[in-house]
Every structure is written in C-alpha cells, then in structure tokens.
C-alpha cells in the first residue's frame, strides 16, 4: 500500500509526525491556518494546505488519495472544526482511507487526587477545552465506526521538546518553581508523540490510548533537574498561592493524576525519553532543546 498521510492542523506536534513518517510515505500533506507558515511546514517535508473553516478544492483532492488522516486541531464550543467542514468528505469522497488519528489530551479525565490513570478510567473534565476535546474524541469514534475504519484517539499529557522545555525558559529568565503540595504531572517529548504515533499507524491500532511518559512529577522538580545540567542555580520556590497564575494556568494545577501508558506499551511502541531525567540528559547533550529550525 502507497501511504499518504494527511495532517489537519500542522503544527508542533504535526511536524515531528510528518517527519517521522517521511521515509515511509509517498506525501505527507498538512494544513495551517497562515499562509506564512507554509514555508515552515515544507521544512518539515509537509505539503502545505491553507484551512481555516471551509474544505478548499485542492484540500478535497489531496483527501481523495489519503490513506492516513491525522487530527491535531482543537475544537471549540461549535464543536470539532475539521469535522464540521470535512465530514462529509471524510465520508464519501476519500476512497483510500485507512486509519484515523486524533490527539487528544490527558486532560479528558479530569482530577483523580493523584491516582493512577488508565484508558478504562471515567472521564471528568474541568476545564471548558478539555470537555471540548472529550465531545470531539466521542465524535471521531462514532465516526469510525459508520465507516468501519480504525480510529485511535491518543491523549497527550504536558508536551516539550526542542524550544519548549526548562531550558529554555532558564535561558529566557521565566523558568519558575511552583510548588503545591502533592502536585504531580505527566510529560510527553514531542519525540514520543511521533514515534508512537507512527506506531499506531503502522498497525492500525483503533481504540484510546495514553501517550505519556512514565514518570508523574512535581512541577518544580523539572525546573530544578534542568537548572543543575544547565550548572545553574535552580529558581526560587513560590507557594502556588502565591504565583499569580493566570485562570488557564490555575486550571492545570486543579487537576492532578498519574496517567498509565501501559496500553501503548502493550503494542510494542518503546518511550525513547521515558521520564524527563533522562529526556532532559539527552536534550542537554546534544542540544537539541532548542528551537527547531524553521
């Protein structure tokens, strides 16, 4: 089978996808919602597509051919943008299609007071996006199955990678140590996000699936882990009542669990940065935190 891949919402996360597919597909195609950015994404090796709330003629027709489709555009309260401009598309006029990809986030569950999370676990969303994204996951797997094709819905905890990590924010002089007792979070380099990914792909893996990494950890801790590779003193703990969080950020520390990858591993997919140590170690070495070249 020729793949071609599609990626609806090119950005982050869809670029280390597109090359990680690179060598196993004949077009890897992607959308922005910038035409300035088009030239960043065929650095990536993604032919660009321009979408914003309509499906435009050379979109439709690069679907016609697609066999993977990978979603990473977040929805809204109107719901998912991509299926409310494509479905009928992705319905009947893509012949060629044979897997689906949604990313999703961790944030779907909700707070568990620190417990350990599964993909069996009841959802519980806090926040408004992350109720969003739950109603857009539901509608992709209703959608898989009128169509008979596998969808694999894969949820993100907090993601880094070149550009986005401690060391840049140490770099930058923001890098700060919140601390709230008993808070722990899980991390996922956007390396993992490709390769596992690609993984689910390859097989085409249907169901829901934690992409994360296996070790939950206090926030400040990262900081602190960073700021001793990088020989420097680790900031100042502040209190997080004390921090001056925006409402998006106060939201992320509601909600605290240990989420489980387990499932992914049970397919076979290996973390290449397991937990941040030795993701951090890594990033140090080589430099490759920092920003991608665009």
Same mark, same amino acid.
């Given at each position: 089978?020729t793949?071609k %891949?599609f990626?609806?919402?090119?950005?982050?996360?869809?670029?280390?996808?597109? !090359?990680?597919?690179a060598? =196993?597909?004949?077009l890897v195609?992607?959308?922005?919602?910038?035409?300035?950015?088009?030239?960043?994404l /065929?650095?990536?090796g +993604?032919?660009?597509?321009? %979408? *914003?709330d309509?499906?435009s003629p050379?979109? /439709?027709?690069? @679907?016609?051919?697609t066999?993977?489709? +990978?979603?990473?555009v977040?929805?809204?309260?109107?719901? $998912?943008?991509?299926?409310?401009?494509a479905?009928? +598309?992705?319905s009947?006029?893509?012949?060629?299609?044979?897997?689906?990809?949604?990313?999703s986030?961790?944030?779907?569950?909700?707070?568990?007071?620190g417990a350990w #999370?599964? =993909?069996?676990?009841p959802?519980?969303?806090v926040? &408004?996006?992350?109720?969003q994204?739950?109603?857009?996951?539901? $509608?992709w797997?209703?959608?898989?199955?009128?169509?008979?094709l596998?969808?694999? +819905?894969?949820? @993100?905890?907090g993601?880094?990678?070149?550009?986005?990590?401690? %060391?840049c924010?140490l =770099?930058?002089?923001k890098a700060?140590?919140?601390?709230?007792?008993?808070? #722990?979070?899980n991390?996922?380099h956007v390396?993992?996000?490709?390769?596992a990914?690609?993984?689910?792909a390859?097989?085409f =893996?249907?169901?829901?699936?934690? #992409?994360? &990494?296996d070790?939950?950890?206090?926030? *400040?801790?990262v900081v602190?882990y960073?700021?001793a @590779?990088?020989?420097?003193?680790a900031?100042?703990?502040?209190? %997080?009542? $004390?921090?001056?969080l925006?409402?998006?950020?106060?939201s992320?520390y509601?909600?605290? /669990?240990?989420v489980?990858?387990? !499932?992914?591993?049970s397919?076979?997919? !290996?973390?290449?940065?397991? &937990?941040?140590?030795?993701? @951090?170690?890594?990033?140090?070495? &080589?430099?490759?935190?920092?920003?991608e070249?665009?």
């Amino acid at each position: 089978m020729t793949k071609k %891949f599609f990626i609806f919402g090119a950005g982050y996360s869809g670029r280390a996808i597109a !090359r990680e597919v690179a060598s =196993e597909a004949a077009l890897v195609a992607g959308t922005t919602r910038s035409a300035g950015n088009a030239e960043r994404l /065929k650095h990536a090796g +993604i032919v660009p597509f321009l %979408f *914003q709330d309509t499906v435009s003629p050379d979109v /439709k027709e690069a @679907l016609a051919t697609t066999t993977h489709l +990978i979603v990473s555009v977040a929805p809204d309260a109107a719901g $998912d943008p991509v299926l409310i401009a494509a479905r009928e +598309i992705i319905s009947g006029a893509m012949p060629a299609l044979k897997w689906i990809g949604y990313l999703s986030t961790v944030g779907v569950y909700g707070d568990h007071g620190g417990a350990w #999370v599964d =993909e069996t676990a009841p959802c519980d969303p806090v926040s &408004d996006r992350s109720k969003q994204r739950l109603v857009a996951e539901n $509608d992709w797997l209703q959608l898989g199955e009128e169509l008979g094709l596998p969808v694999a +819905i894969i949820r @993100l905890s907090g993601i880094y990678g070149p550009g986005r990590n401690p %060391f840049c924010n140490l =770099e930058a002089g923001k890098a700060r140590r919140i601390v709230k007792p008993g808070q #722990v979070f899980n991390r996922i380099h956007v390396d993992d996000i490709a390769g596992a990914t690609a993984h689910l792909a390859r097989r085409f =893996e249907t169901g829901i699936f934690n #992409v994360t &990494d296996d070790a939950p950890s206090p926030p *400040q801790d990262v900081v602190a882990y960073a700021a001793a @590779l990088a020989g420097q003193a680790a900031p100042p703990e502040v209190a %997080f009542e $004390d921090a001056g969080l925006s409402p998006m950020g106060r939201s992320f520390y509601g909600e605290c /669990k240990r989420v489980s990858n387990a !499932r992914l591993k049970s397919t076979g997919y !290996r973390m290449r940065h397991p &937990d941040y140590r030795a993701a @951090l170690e890594t990033m140090w070495a &080589d430099e490759s935190w920092r920003a991608e070249e665009s």
